[in-house]
């Protein structure tokens, strides 16, 4: 068992393993409430977003294998709900993210079209069984008929789309690649909602009509270029809500309405679309428009879901990490 040692000013708790370090304030007052992590799940493929469900499970895509699984967050037991999605062609993309409109549920998938060599489509897929499904927006044919300012040589003519979220009856869509925000409706249509320079937009949150984005930043990815930002939708511009996650890849709200990022950690390769180095992903908290960390030692975090006081983190190698007493 842990122990606290509360004359300190800054108090460390970590676990047995030494994978993750925890941050918590000064206070003997509140040091109870230093957030702890339990790994609750283990063995997904490449995840890279998530939800929760209807029925308050965690549902995570696997790219490489084309498959959803359901999390059980009592027991963290892990069972297949879709399968048969077209799967990753390369060390990206396949099935994303996921959302649920009542209780049917949409997976992204991108990467996966004739320009790798695949005969997919890059879009949303309504899930319509445990192994059937139907595309409703065709998100790639959208991005080659409008290519996006020459910013930078474009190596996927299809885009990179990363994340998704429900809104007014559709999706709204980022694309890490082309730099811009999408509303694709369940009839198909796509449009563009807004265009930034590069930037890399991953993570969507909503609140209200408000959009928050996460911007990873371009290569390198440093800290100061992590941003989370907020517009709505027929905006041409954003404000700046904070800043300092480095390789920012989600954003979520969480009690008291404080504002969470989830950056990937310190990245030091030279290859465009590669993850952060290995355990230097962290959960991060808002104060003053600077992300400050509450979980730090984190492996290549990808997406993180709050309900209430506890988050649920899914990472890149397949972990799922129960973080309690978020502040």
Do not use: C
Request: charged residues 10%.
């Amino acid at each position: 068992m842990n122990t606290l040692k509360p004359n300190y000013n800054s108090i460390l708790v970590a676990l047995a393993t030494g994978s993750l370090v925890w941050l918590a304030g000064a206070s003997p007052a509140v040091a109870q409430r230093t957030p702890t992590a339990t790994l609750l799940a283990s063995g997904l493929q490449g995840p890279i977003g998530s939800t929760i469900g209807p029925d308050g499970a965690l549902y995570v895509p696997e790219g490489p294998i084309g498959r959803v699984s359901r999390v059980d967050l009592d027991t963290g037991a892990v069972t297949t709900f879709a399968s048969g999605l077209p799967a990753q062609l390369i060390p990206l993309g396949g099935a994303m993210d996921i959302a649920f409109v009542d209780n049917t549920a949409y997976v992204l998938v991108t990467l996966v079209d004739t320009n790798l060599g695949g005969n997919s489509i890059d879009g949303i897929y309504r899930i319509d069984g445990p192994s059937s499904f139907t595309v409703v927006a065709d998100i790639g044919a959208f991005a080659v008929e409008n290519p996006p300012p020459p910013i930078f040589p474009i190596q996927a003519p299809t885009g990179v789309q990363f994340a998704m979220q429900p809104y007014h009856g559709g999706f709204l869509v980022t694309d890490g690649h082309h730099n811009r925000v999408y509303f694709a409706q369940l009839d198909g249509q796509v449009s563009q909602v807004i265009q930034f320079d590069d930037i890399v937009p991953t993570g969507l949150a909503l609140k209200g009509n408000t959009v928050y984005l996460a911007e990873a930043g371009p290569i390198p990815h440093l800290p100061q270029d992590g941003l989370v930002v907020s517009f709505v939708p027929g905006d041409t511009s954003v404000t700046t809500v904070a800043s300092g996650a480095p390789l920012n890849v989600g954003v979520q709200f969480g009690p008291g309405h404080r504002l969470y990022a989830l950056a990937q950690g310190h990245w030091s390769d030279d290859v465009a679309g590669t993850p952060a180095d290995p355990n230097t992903g962290m959960l991060m908290k808002a104060d003053d428009g600077i992300f400050t960390p509450i979980v730090t030692g984190l492996d290549r975090p990808t997406s993180f879901q709050v309900i209430v006081h506890t988050a649920y983190v899914v990472t890149l190698t397949g972990e799922v990490w129960k973080i309690d007493h978020l502040p």
